[in-house]
């Protein structure tokens, strides 16, 4: 097996412990929700998205935590890892809102035909309450590209920059963006967001999360093997 197989092989059985796990623990949730829901003859809303929405970040995390420097180790480069990291994040993101949005139309069907009162969360509900199977896939999809972008560039960001370093960055962002999110009339940006489109905007979230995710490229480049420590 050459450097590139065995990387994206690597990659790639990372990426299916992951979606494994988590969709494990998402459908273990929703049939505690249908036992109770059944023996106990209540309605109730509840969501199921916090664990795969979770594995996502995990897989982002642990890809270049754990993954990059095994890779590197047995012969691959660091543009053979990248690529190969953003095919099989992109497999972590479909995969797992595919298997949510399976186990959401079975939860809609049993609701809908009377056998189950407990309903299931959808971030789509924001753009319509009627159930719409694509536009709710849709707005997943996008949400779980900005979850993992958003994880793999603070993951980068961190073994970067060091410990120390990325927090009084990350402190001094955040201190920014209080004090400009107090001192400025946020207004008009709040009703732009209110009257704009739902799936617009989660489809802008998702085209973030893939910047951020690219972003990544330059940084682990040339990123050492070892990590600055905690003092630097």
């Known amino acids: 097996m050459n450097a590139i197989r065995g990387t994206h092989r690597l990659i790639l059985d990372d990426m299916r412990w992951f979606l494994k796990l988590f969709t494990l623990i998402t459908s273990l949730l929703v049939l505690a929700y249908v036992a109770v829901g059944l023996i106990f ?3 109730f809303p509840a969501a199921a998205f916090g664990p ?5 970040c995990g897989f982002a995390v642990s890809g270049m935590v754990a993954i990059f420097p095994v890779a590197i180790g047995l012969g691959s480069t660091r543009t053979q890892f990248m690529k190969s990291f953003y095919l099989n994040s992109a497999g972590m993101v479909i ?3 595919t298997v949510l949005n399976v186990i959401y139309v079975l939860m809609h069907l ?3 035909s009377g056998i189950l009162g407990v309903t299931l969360y959808q971030p789509g509900q924001l753009y319509t309450s009627a159930y719409e199977w694509y536009s709710y896939y849709w707005v997943d999809l996008m949400l779980g590209f900005f ?3 958003i994880s793999a560039f603070i993951t980068v960001s961190w073994i970067r920059l060091g410990f120390r370093n990325f927090f009084i960055v990350f402190f001094t962002i955040a201190l920014g963006l209080t004090l400009y999110i107090t001192l400025s009339d946020l207004s008009g940006l709040i009703r732009w967001i209110v009257e704009t489109n739902s799936v617009l905007l989660f489809t802008l979230l998702g085209a973030i999360g893939g910047c951020l995710l690219l972003s990544t490229y330059p940084m682990m480049k040339h990123v050492p093997l070892v990590r600055k420590g905690s003092k630097d």
């Open 147 to 149: 979850i993992l972008g």
């Open 110 to 112: 049993l609701h809908a």
């Open 41 to 43: 003859d209540v309605s």
């Open 52 to 56: 795969m929405y979770g594995g996502i």
């Open 95 to 97: 995969g797992g809102i």
